[in-house]
């Protein structure tokens, strides 16, 4: 068994700031790639931001010089700084994880349940 948990979501002022953590927990052998992904109502998901295992990361256009993706390979967590918040940066945001679990053929993708961003203009 593997669980994803976000934390950290909440309601915000736009410009303001919140920082969502996300702890990957179960038997788990490594992990590749991690990825926040956000879903607004009535919207696709979409990928906010990625990091590899050596810390490489990518951005949406849309977040790239206000949120920041960091990871801790330790403690199986990774986390994202959302700076200056805009009322579109509401949504639902999900933490993915490229996962290998041990005796289960992989790696695979992992997600999980969500946590609420909310901006207020």
């Known amino acids: 068994q593997v669980q994803l948990v976000e934390s950290g979501g909440g309601l915000v002022q736009s410009g303001g700031s919140l920082r969502l953590s996300c702890a990957a927990s179960?038997?788990?052998?490594?992990?590749?790639?991690m990825a926040w992904y956000r879903q607004a109502p009535g919207k696709q998901r979409e990928l906010v931001a990625g990091?590899?295992?050596?810390?490489?990361?990518n951005y949406a256009d849309s977040v790239k010089g206000r949120f920041t993706i960091s990871r801790d390979n330790a403690k199986n967590m990774v986390y994202l700084e959302m700076n200056s918040l805009k009322p579109e940066d509401t949504a639902v945001y999900y933490c993915?994880?490229?996962?290998?679990?041990?005796?289960?053929?992989?790696?695979?993708?992992?997600w999980g349940q969500g946590t609420q961003v909310t901006v207020s203009s």
């Open positions: 993915q994880a490229n996962l290998l679990r041990a005796g289960i053929r992989g790696p695979n993708d992992y």
């Open positions: 179960g038997s788990i052998f490594g992990i590749n790639a």
């Open positions: 990091i590899t295992r050596g810390g490489t990361t």
